[in-house]
């Protein structure tokens, strides 16, 4: 029962380096979320999914991208690290928004703790 | 735009004694909701959701909540917390007209002395 995984889980970068980070599910999800986590401020939204080959902005989608490819796969990408997004990133997954399972309940992964400086 | 505010960044409780978080939404619709625990080094666990029906909702590891429509708040509480219990605590909230999207409040820590 692997869930929703996340990797790395650690990252330094330098500024204006880039770097992608994948979330891999098997729970059969429509549903992918990328989510920034900063003290304070909860959870803000990057990035979503709600199928394969599609993507949408979330709250704060700046400085990012996302593909996915695979159903099973969201990847988020970083084009030109900056300081400011020094943050612990978490990917999510759901079944969507099914008449069955509207709102259903999001599985999140451990996160991934990156550092620009 | 909604946002929640859970107004306690920390919270200390002794071991033993009750807990009660408060988590409070702006919105005009009817919200679905949700409790959020995360432990450190951890991604977030669901302890507990609202859709409808019956406003007092019983959750994972002895929590409830209870949705009172008059206040916008969703509030969560366990009657005798354990040391295992300390973490980081989020409400969540979604509406049905921005889909599949939650607003998550900022947190609340909560440290549990022995």
């Known amino acids: 029962n692997a869930g929703v995984t996340q990797t790395p889980k650690f990252r330094v970068l330098k500024t204006g380096q880039s770097m992608t980070l994948l979330c891999a599910q098997d729970?059969?999800?429509?549903?992918m979320y990328w989510y920034r986590q900063d003290p304070g401020m909860g959870l803000r939204l990057i990035h979503y999914s709600v199928g394969e080959g599609t993507t949408a902005k979330g709250e704060v989608p700046d400085g990012y991208n996302v593909s996915r490819l695979k159903k099973q796969n969201f990847l988020l990408g970083l084009e030109s690290a900056a300081p400011s997004q020094t943050s612990v990133y978490f990917c999510?997954?759901?079944?969507?928004?099914?008449?069955?399972?509207?709102?259903?309940?999001?599985?999140f992964g451990n996160g991934t703790r990156l550092t620009v400086t | 735009a909604q946002s929640v505010t859970q107004p306690d960044i920390h919270i200390t409780v002794s071991e033993g004694a009750s807990l009660e978080l408060r988590c409070n939404y702006s919105?005009?619709?009817?919200?679905?909701l949700f409790w959020y625990v995360q432990s450190p080094g951890q991604g977030l666990q669901l302890l507990l959701k609202?859709?409808?029906?019956?406003?007092l909702v019983q959750g994972i590891k002895g929590f409830e909540a209870e949705f009172k429509r008059s206040q916008s708040s969703f509030n969560l509480r366990k009657p005798s917390v354990h040391w295992s219990d300390a973490a980081e605590y989020f409400c969540a909230v979604g509406f049905k007209a921005a889909g599949n999207k939650l607003t998550f409040g900022g947190g609340t820590r909560v440290l549990v002395k022995p």
């Open positions: 919105y005009g619709a009817t919200p679905y």
């Open positions: 609202y859709f409808s029906g019956d406003t």
């Open positions: 999510a997954s759901n079944f969507g928004g099914s008449s069955s399972s509207y709102n259903s309940p999001l599985h």
């Open positions: 729970m059969n999800h429509e549903y």
